[in-house]
Nanobody, 126 residues
Framework: QLQLVESGGGLVQPGGSLRLSCAAS????????IGWFRQAPGKGREGVSS????????DYADSVKGRFTISRDNAKNTAYLQMTSLKPEDTAVYYC???????????????????WGQGTPVTVSS
């Protein structure tokens, strides 16, 4: 059974940083593309970033470009989302998911992903 577990969320002040992790169990992450998504209170799900299976291609939403970095360590079966210069509008529950294919800006297409984790909450507030 494919299972993803997100961790690393928490409360951080504006301008601060967090690194989210997405750990896979029950399967090898290395054959899958990975997407990070978020859902803010009262809003719909938003694609944040995506990375292909070997880490050679990454894409970012304009709202996080230059501040967030997606990466993966296939040996550890884990993906990451490094978040810097955090803003209050980054407050949301962050989710990861996997997909079999990859194309430009695939994070904009959550229907291409499956095996969603339970999410980790991020709150950016002073």
């Amino acid at each position: 059974q494919l299972q993803l577990v997100e961790s690393g969320g928490g409360l951080v002040q504006p301008g601060g940083s967090l690194r989210l992790s997405c750990a896979a169990s029950g399967f090898s992450l290395e054959v899958y593309a990975i997407g990070w998504f978020r859902q803010a209170p009262g809003k719909g799900r938003e694609g944040v970033s995506s990375i292909n299976s070997n880490g050679g291609r990454t894409d970012y939403a304009d709202s996080v470009k230059g501040r967030f970095t997606i990466s993966r360590d296939n040996a550890k079966n884990t993906a990451y989302l490094q978040m810097t210069s955090l803003k209050p509008e980054d407050t949301a529950v962050y989710y990861c998911a996997v997909g079999e294919i990859y194309y430009d800006n695939i994070y904009d297409h959550p229907e291409a992903f499956h095996s969603w984790g339970q999410g980790t909450p991020v709150t950016v507030s002073s």
